[in-house]
């Protein structure tokens, strides 16, 4: 395997560009148009799926979504189901996305999950439709009933999973599912956009007047505090208090009604709607906000139940993912102050592997969360890490963004608290050079007491034969050129990194030190065609993560990832480090900033399992790529 080190951002060509509505804003009549201009439907709708994570049927970038309307007391034909399991057996995932809606208002979630079972592939992710308002909103007739949307929101089908026979005569295309996908992803008019379906009338589920309904603790409330909240507020983790009994929850009930309206907890920053849909989405719903406000006016009445529900979020083993196959630490316990200010701090962890091997995941288990912010880490070959280490006299070496110019072999992703561990998925690995150092910054706040902490890391090493290797790229603007005026409110710089090559996208980590205000990227598609990747319009250098996408997202040679970052530097932010304010440069010094968008790829067509296969990824990519002069554009703030 030969040495390759995460290429450092350099003079990257600039341009403006626009970012295009996510979906068009006329709204369809659904009685009258079958098939429609974007959107098809007259609201947005978002549900939580049977396993909590967010559903919003929005189809992958140039792909579908397919969402097929069923019910137990109404059975789907073999041949049916069959064609959804050859659907996802025949099209990635990040071209078709899957979506199940179970609409038996009585069903229990245990039958749900065991009729998934019997059908494992034909599903992505499944939502229960209790009280009928998805059915409602699509305008479902009869079960089963299957819908196509494109990823403009666009309706493209819809009707019968089979048509009502084969193709009428020689050359002529077959009508149903399965044609019209094939037709829609081969950029071909579908021969049948409607088919009428045939099957058990829709059920008709009385509209639920939620608001003559005082939500109650036990049957509304804990199931929201167990989904987002009680992953850090149980004891021993990072929230200042438990929210795992009635009592802890109802003497807080107001406030809980305040942060979530303000969108301040549970702490996620992407703009929702603006980029692929990512996975461990942390918001709530509208209608869980709804809820607590509803509870809190209520005086937050407790309900029947015989006792608190456990927290959801207890992890039932040690390690999420099972016992990992090496754990990493720091050599010993660093003493975090009870006051001051905030910490980082780069500790050294040797992995003494004696071959090179592949990363599957990485989970990150704090040894303190009261004091552990975030940490974030990454491969070092050459020792630079160990020789910092080595100059200071207690344990690690002071290290603020983490890098300080190191020329690193790759990046190993970051931890916040609520984050889940994140596999990269079948057939793909993180390469891990034999002997190599892994280095962790941790960053820490001071709890008011005298702390320890030794945080681990534990590394799941890929069993079986790795097919495509992960990669972290960055993209900014010149570092040489950056600079941030003195005293200017609203400063724009923006930078692009040129895709040459076929790649997925599988996950972001924007970084930005304490003047950003904004960061915006976007991918502008060969022929014009603009993507949303992520939007943060209310930066908070406290609060970073790595973002990782539900489906990988294709991105075709000849696209561009455009990066923006706004910065005020006056003496109107609160946040500047520098009083009177300062030119700012480029650097890894708190009084520094920056402007980084981390990107975890694959190639397209990578096959490191073959005979003699070498991973050359980061050569073809970064192969004659085209270098040019930043843009830095003064503008009013939005």
Known sequence: MSLRRLTVCGLLASTAGALAAWWASAPADLEAIRVTAPPFLKQAVVRRSLDGEKLDFQAPVSGLAVVLFYSQACPIP?????????????FPANRLFRAGVCVDADAHRESIENHHREHPLAFSTIAHDQDGSLVRQFGVTRIPEVFVLDDEGRLRYRGRIHGPGPASGPGEPGSGLRPAVEALLSDRPVPAPYLEPAGCPAPQVALVQKARIVPTYH???????????QACHRPGQSGPFALTTYAQAAKRADDLA?????RLMPPWKPVPGLGPPLKHDRTLLASEIQTLQAWAAAGAPEGQFDTDPLPANLPSQEWSLGPPDLVVEMDQPFPVPATGDDLYRCFVMPTALANDRFLTAIEVQPGNPRVVHHTFGYVDTRGLGRRRDAAN???GYPCFSGFTGDQIFGLLGGWTPGNDAHPFGAGIGLELPKNADVVMQVHYHPSGKPETDRTRLGLYLSQTPVRQALEWVSACPDVGKFRLPADDPAISVVANLNVPIPVALHAMTPHMHWLGRRFRATLLLPGGRIQPLIAIDDWDFNRQDTYYLREPLPIPAGSTIQIEGLYDNSSENPHNPNRPPQDVRWGEATTDDMLILFLALTQDGQDLTRPGARNTFMEEFFQGKPRGEPSQDRRSAP
Do not use: F, G, K, Y
């Not at 073999?78 to 025949?90: I, Q, Y």
């Not at 049957?219 to 987002?228: G, T």
């Open 219 to 229: 049957r509304d409330v804990a199931p929201i505090l167990q989904r987002s909240c």
């Open 393 to 395: 006299s207690t344990p």
């Open 78 to 90: 073999a041949e049916s189901w069959m064609t959804l399991t050859r659907l996802a057996t025949d």
């Open 258 to 262: 305040t942060v979530t309206e303000q």
